[in-house]
């Protein structure tokens, strides 16, 4: 059941009830009750609406937590695929699990866990943060709160049989997507052409977006945006590989 049915009988408007309602919410995304439900809280709790800490050294937000998550998860999807594909080589499981874990992915993913309902942040910021990496991060620290308050046991667990095995087919995964930015330099290279990729980027800390350049020979063919370097440089080799014809 989708994390945002259970939105139909709760107005997480009171304290008491957003309480409530971020328990329930934990328990369904990971089957079992939290034994910290402030870890959560935390994980949820985006930059935009951060607050002092206790030691008031440092505005608290999930952006430790998501640090946390991201190596967790890291970790946990490298040993998954370690194991899937055991004639592979590094390289293969390093660009299969990049795909896996990359930013736009564990967005979509995020989204479809229905992380949207549970975060808190800045509501005057909601147009610019939904564009953003907010969802992602807030996975990434979702998983680092699920390490903290579970163990590293029940977060394996949980991440391969309610993330990777439920949202991830590894035959498309495999089969889709291209590295674009190799397929262009491969050909390059063969064509005795020069590429080069420049960056350009916006915005602030989580809120950054990059915009990718392509240069053939020195002169520009195309341009990617994205908000991480990497999709923006794939966005654009994929257009110039359009342009090119290259498959």
């Known amino acids: 059941m989708p994390l945002k049915t259970l939105l139909s009988w709760i107005n997480p408007n009171t304290i008491d009830l957003r309480e409530k309602f971020l328990k329930k919410s934990v328990t369904h995304l990971i089957g079992s009750t939290p034994n910290n439900l402030n870890l959560y809280r935390l994980a949820f709790l985006h930059a935009s609406a951060s607050k002092d800490s206790v030691a008031k050294t440092y505005k608290e937000s999930n952006e430790r937590l998501e640090f946390l998550g991201d190596s967790v998860l890291g970790m946990i999807t490298a040993a998954y695929l370690f194991k899937k594909f055991p004639f592979k080589d590094e390289g293969f499981l390093t660009e299969i699990r990049s795909r896996m874990v990359s930013r736009e992915s564990l967005n979509v993913l995020g989204r479809k866990l229905g992380l949207d309902e549970v975060i808190e942040y800045e509501n005057q910021k909601k147009t610019i943060l939904s564009r953003s990496s907010m ?3 807030a996975l990434e620290a979702f998983i680092g709160a699920v390490y903290l308050d579970k163990g590293f046991a029940f977060t394996q667990n949980f991440i391969i049989s309610k993330i990777l095995t439920q949202y991830f087919d590894l035959e498309i995964v495999v089969q889709n997507n291209p590295n674009f930015k190799s397929l262009l330099i491969e050909w390059a290279q063969k064509e005795g052409k020069k590429v080069l990729f420049t960056l350009d980027e916006e915005g602030l800390h989580h809120n950054k977006e990059f915009t990718a350049f392509v240069l053939l020979d020195g002169e ?28």
């Open 220 to 247: 520009k063919i195309s341009e990617g945006k994205g908000y991480s370097k990497k999709k923006a440089e794939q966005t654009a080799a994929m257009k110039a590989c359009e342009e090119l014809g290259i498959k």
């Open 135 to 137: 969802y992602g991060d």
